[in-house]
Nanobody, 112 residues
Framework: QVRLVESGGGLVQTGGSLRLSCAAT?????MGWYRQAPGKQRELVAI???????NYADSLKGRFTVSRDNAKNTVYLQMNSLRPEDTAVYYC?????????WGKGTLVTVSS
């Protein structure tokens, strides 16, 4: 059974930074993050492959950085210059051969 343990969410002021972590049980070709703001659909934040290739939401390039530690089966999301519109539940995502798994989510709140 796949288990994803997320950490690092919380309350931060505008312009601040947070780092999210997600430790997975098992090896996955794709790891990353999605987010869902209140009243909105879940959207891609960033995905990273086992080889290090990344895919970001265009609006987040330059502020957010996804990385992974394959030895620890852990994916990270470094979020800088946070804005109130970044407030959302952030979900860890892992994928392997077309099968997707999601974490329970961690809340990030950016105060103005």
């Amino acid at each position: 059974q796949v288990r994803l343990v997320e950490s690092g969410g919380g309350l931060v002021q505008t312009g601040g930074s947070l780092r999210l972590s997600c430790a997975a049980t098992g090896i996955f070709s794709r790891m990353g993050w999605y987010r869902q703001a209140p009243g909105k659909q879940r959207e891609l934040v960033a995905i990273i492959s086992s080889g290090g290739s990344t895919n970001y939401a265009d609006s987040l390039k330059g502020r957010f950085t996804v990385s992974r530690d394959n030895a620890k089966n852990t994916v990270y999301l470094q979020m800088n210059s946070l804005r109130p519109e970044d407030t959302a539940v952030y979900y860890c995502y892992v994928g392997f051969f077309g099968v997707d798994y999601w974490g329970k989510g961690t809340l990030v709140t950016v105060s103005s």
